[in-house]
């Protein structure tokens, strides 16, 4: 099984994509019967869409931040 889930961790889109994960597998298990759970399976993933794209912004401002810094570098060095 998974690793245990403390109930005072913050909700992350890591935690997300592992319940999602797991309610796949659940969906999938319980066959036609599944279409009972796809409310909280949509749920889950509604949740998550902004939190990735928070984390790709936040990944496109390391990145320019670490260009400037570069191109600062290089420019002190001229």
Known sequence: MGR??????????????RALDKLAEIIVFLG?????????YERLEM???PMK???AK???I???AA???LRRQHKDRS
């Open 67 to 69: 260009r400037s810094k």
């Open 47 to 49: 949740e998550l869409e």
């Open 62 to 64: 390391r990145a320019r």
């Open 32 to 40: 036609d019967d599944g279409v009972e759970v796809l409310p909280i």
């Open 4 to 17: 245990p889930v403390k109930p005072n961790e913050p909700v992350t889109a890591e935690r997300i994509e």
């Open 53 to 55: 794209q928070l984390e």
């Open 58 to 60: 936040m990944d496109e």
